[in-house]
């Protein structure tokens, strides 16, 4: 089995894991981890390949991109206290334990490559955690908070990453020139995504085009991390800022084809690339155990030991920085989302898996210095980032479920619901106050008014049956049984339609761009 073969692989197991790990109630991420450690001891299989200067380009974009689709800005400038304390803040001081930790127990590698691993091992894994969260129905306060921790602390790791391997590599480290390249960094990468996102709106509304548009968004988020990387920002924060910018002003409440083919778009993305990513983080298991063979047990230990000091520090800070948070937390800050209980709390700690950003900065490490002299530590510092990834998200993966069963936590869906009808009644009055500005320009029958009028409530009863009496709801359900009927026969008119001008692409003399284009209107009408 050649590369590509093996690429082709991690791709059929990056959909099969999905349907697989619903049956099993088991989060994808970890299944296909598991996938890849089984291909690895596969005789086989070859050793991934991969040139480490490509791995963070080639991973990161498109994932942070990806995640970025369900949140918004908003929601974040609502929980900046939050995520800041629970998240951004906890980034600095792992690396500092970490750091510690590794310096005192590693012999031979600087201060400067221990606090590159501690930088490493920091952030937690939004897309685990969410694909974790997202099937055991957690509060959305939770997700949101893991989302958002899971954001930033990309951001933060990565920087305090580039900065301690720029020390190392370098063989100089100023703390006032990385404070300053810090700041600098942020600075750049934030024009730099606000200007590509101000830009790619303006070049979405020319092209017109879904497909165009879908196509232009997978451009996006490399363009935006390549050149911030060049002007020397931060890749990350860069695709970040664009993608929120996008998500905020990008968005056309008509433009039913363009939402739905972009978010189908990234959906598969999303799935593709996070299964190949945490494929190669089994696979790659193998040649890190490799390694490091001569001494396994001795780093074997150095990596139990950095485990236990990520999983303590994590729960050791949470648990203070939670009860600051409500103490901060007053009742203007109805937006604000905090873990309130500490079950919550709990969950929150033990949802702290490693994943892609880990493992893409594990391996883009250098593997020489600037005076030629190979990277001091690689193999260590590799094999523990490893140890700290199979832990978390096996482990943790794993009984995270069991955890939430055991302390109750779950959705509040009584919230959930009164949310949902509240959006209901807005949509139905939008609705109905819509109608009433025609009827002030249009002079419309009697009876197609009323029609309309009943349409327009039928939007929100079609959203929330709750928010109608029982007599209503009653009338409303029988129209519904009505339109069913008649949409079950539209959709077997359409269906027959198909199927003739679909067998028209075999007939002899007959232009398959015309019956696509066809096929395509017959489509656009049946998804109406």
């Known amino acids: 089995m050649d590369q590509l073969a093996l690429l082709f692989v991690l791709l059929l197991g990056a959909v099969l894991t999905v349907p697989l790990g619903d049956r099993l109630g088991l989060p994808a991420p970890v299944l296909m981890t598991l996938v890849g450690i089984a291909l690895a001891f596969t005789p086989f299989v070859p050793n991934v390949d991969i040139p480490p200067e490509y791995i963070l380009p080639l991973v990161l974009p498109p994932l942070l991109y990806a995640s970025v ?205 996070t299964g190949i990513a945490f494929g190669l983080i089994g696979l790659e298991l193998v040649n890190v155990f490799g390694v490091v063979e001569d001494h396994g047990r001795e780093v074997l230990g150095w990596g139990a030991a950095v485990v236990g000091v990520v999983v303590g520090v994590r729960l050791l800070w949470l648990l203070p920085a939670t009860w600051l948070a409500k103490r901060l937390h007053t009742g203007r800050d109805y937006a604000e989302e905090i873990p309130m209980s500490w079950r919550e709390t709990v969950v929150m700690w033990w949802s702290g898996m490693r994943g892609v950003a880990s493992v893409a900065l594990a391996l883009a490490i250098p593997l020489r210095t600037d005076d030629g002299s190979p990277f001091p530590g690689r193999d260590e510092i590799v094999f523990i980032a490893f140890c700290v990834i199979i832990a978390t998200l096996v482990v943790q993966g794993l009984t995270l479920p069991w955890l939430v069963r055991r302390l109750g936590v779950k959705a509040d869906a009584d919230a959930e619901r009164a949310f949902e009808r509240e959006l209901a009644i807005r949509a139905a009055k939008a609705a109905k106050r819509r109608l009433k500005e025609i009827e002030e320009v249009e002079e419309l029958p009697e009876e197609v008014s009323e029609r309309l009028l009943r349409g327009a409530f039928d939007i929100g009863a079609r959203i929330s049956p709750d928010m109608v009496d029982d007599e209503r709801r009653a009338a409303f359900t029988e129209r519904v049984e009505r339109v069913k009927k008649v949409q079950r026969i539209q959709k077997e008119l359409m269906s027959a339609a198909r199927h003739e001008v679909l067998a028209a692409r075999s007939e002899p003399g007959s232009d398959p761009e015309v019956v696509d284009r066809v096929l395509r209107q017959l489509d656009v009408r049946s998804m109406r």
């Open 69 to 273: 689709q369900r949140t918004s800005w908003r929601q974040f400038a609502a929980n900046r206290r939050p995520i800041f304390l629970l998240a951004v803040a906890l980034v600095f001081v792992t690396t500092a334990a970490v750091g510690a930790v590794a310096d005192a127990l590693v012999p031979g590698i600087p201060l400067a490559a221990a606090l590159a691993l501690g930088a490493l091992v920091a952030p937690p894994d939004p897309v685990a955690a969410t694909a974790v969260a997202g099937s055991l129905g957690l509060p959305r306060r939770l997700v949101s908070i893991l989302e958002g921790e899971g954001l930033f602390n990309d951001v933060t790791a990565i920087v305090l990453y580039n900065v301690a391997i720029t020390a190392v590599v370098s063989g100089s480290f100023s703390w006032p020139e990385a404070l300053g390249e810090l700041v600098l960094s942020a600075v750049v990468a934030v024009a730099v995504g606000l200007a590509l996102g101000w830009a790619a709106n303006r070049l979405m509304g020319l092209l017109g085009d879904s497909t165009l548009q879908t196509g232009l968004t997978l451009l996006v988020p490399f363009v935006s991390y390549v050149l911030a990387e060049e002007l020397h920002g931060s890749g990350v924060l860069a695709v970040l800022v664009t993608a929120l910018f996008l998500a905020e002003y990008a968005t056309d409440a008509d433009d039913v084809m363009g939402r739905l083919a972009g978010q189908t778009f990234w959906e598969v993305v999303d799935t593709l690339v």
